[in-house]
């Protein structure tokens, strides 16, 4: 069976924090620009599929407090890093979960350098998923690395398992 990845893992790449907008954008403009980085990796068919994030999703993650209501109609780089990790972190758990997950990584780093984290650990995880490589250090003493990291394969192995069903059925 032939493994066909989507796109090319090995040019995957989510903004850093300082890739960013600098200004706060409408939300048709966040809409267009997570869905431009992630839909190709994470829903690498998405013709036949629901978009990775729509306007009902962020207005229902702000109702849910996981991001911050807009100021004037716009979003911050804050609310833009945050929804990044929720479309990554949705493919495996809930909204609660993903809440606590997100306390949990601003309590132990600022949220440049928790999203900074965030978005190289998940590109490596893809990336190891696969190419069939190992990922996590099992005898790291950092618990909240360790947890970040199984979390990040979990999300990976959900991807690539979604995408080698989707395309046996082609």
């Known amino acids: 069976m032939a493994n066909k990845q989507p796109v090319s893992v090995n040019n995957f790449h989510i ?25 190709p990796y994470i829903n690498p068919n998405s ?6 994030l729509t306007k009902t999703m962020i207005n229902n993650y702000v109702k849910n407090n996981l991001i911050d ?9 804050v609310q833009l890093a945050k929804l990044f990790v929720i479309c ?8 609660q979960d993903i ?9 132990n780093y600022r949220i440049e ?5 965030f978005c190289r650990l998940f590109e490596q995880a893809l ?6 490589k190992d990922f996590i250090d099992r005898g ?3 618990d909240y690395l360790y947890l970040l990291k199984s979390v990040l394969l979990s999300c990976s192995y959900k991807i690539y398992s979604k995408n080698i069903i989707t395309n046996q059925k082609k």
């Open 15 to 39: 903004p850093r924090w300082k890739e960013l907008p600098n200004i706060e954008l409408y939300l048709d403009q966040v809409v267009k620009l997570v869905n431009s980085c992630l839909a």
């Open 47 to 52: 013709e036949d599929e629901n978009e990775l």
């Open 69 to 77: 209501a807009p100021v004037k109609k716009q979003y911050s780089r």
């Open 88 to 95: 990554v972190l949705k493919q495996v758990y809930s909204m």
């Open 99 to 107: 809440s606590m997950l997100i306390d949990t990584a601003l309590k």
């Open 113 to 117: 350098i928790a999203y900074n984290q």
């Open 127 to 132: 990336i190891c998923t696969y190419t069939k």
């Open 140 to 142: 790291s003493s950092n």
